[in-house]
Antibody, heavy 119, light 110 residues
């Protein structure tokens, strides 16, 4: 069965960096686009970024452009999110998710990892 | 990349039907038949309920249905059950090749 397991969350000071990882199993990772979606405490879902199956196309929400970088290693079945210049408003649970279909809609989600940006 | 507009809350009694709306623009909901809906129970990851406006993944009850008219998509849940109480989010593909979510709707089963 599809499994997505995030790691790398924690508490970090504003302006610092953090890298999230997502280990995928149960499907052919290199055939699927992958997303990061976040959810601030008590708030709704916010789409963050997507990377196509081959890593050749990446798209971001405006609020993280220039600060976050999505990447993948298909040989390791792993998705990454490098987060630089973190802000208090980046505090959220970050979900790794699989994309499918022409629109890369999300069909499977990980359980999430909490990132807290605080001084 | 403004969030899609959903009502903050809806409610219904067991056995009734409810509909949750999701309003966007021609750049997202109105431009494609690429709207999906997710159910999120407290403390859990979201679950896909509807994709491509009206398609149900395997295993999702046929009490859940979706539709779209113009810039507004809708999720209808018929024969409400207590277990349907959750937050529901719509999501659309956009002209920028990104996804955008709605603000979420809390469904209360009375």
């Amino acid at each position: 069965q599809v499994q997505l397991v995030e790691s790398g969350g924690g508490v970090v000071q504003p302006g610092r960096s953090l890298r999230l990882s997502c280990a995928a199993s149960g499907f052919t990772f290199s055939s699927y686009g992958m997303h990061w979606v976040r959810q601030a405490p008590g708030k709704g879902l916010e789409w963050v970024a997507v990377i196509w199956y081959d890593g050749n196309n990446k798209y971001y929400t405006d609020s993280v452009k220039g600060r976050f970088t999505i990447s993948r290693d298909n040989s390791k079945n792993t998705l990454y999110l490098q987060m630089n210049s973190l802000r208090v408003e980046d505090t959220a649970v970050y979900y790794c998710a699989r994309g499918v279909g022409a629109d890369e809609h999300i069909d499977y989600w990980g359980q999430g990892t909490l990132v807290t940006v605080s001084s | 990349q403004s969030a899609l507009t959903q009502p903050a809350s809806v409610s219904g009694s067991p056995g009734q039907s409810i509909t949750i709306s999701c309003t966007g623009t021609r750049s997202d909901v109105g431009g494609y038949y690429f709207v999906s809906w997710y159910q999120q129970l407290p403390g859990k990851a979201p679950k896909l309920m509807i994709y491509d406006v009206s398609n149900r993944p395997s295993g999702v009850s046929n009490r859940f249905s979706g539709s779209k008219s113009g810039n507004t998509a809708s999720l209808t849940i018929s024969g409400l059950l207590a277990e349907d109480e959750a937050n529901y989010y719509c999501c659309s593909y956009t002209t920028s090749s990104t996804l955008v979510f709605g603000g979420g709707t809390k469904l209360t089963v009375l």
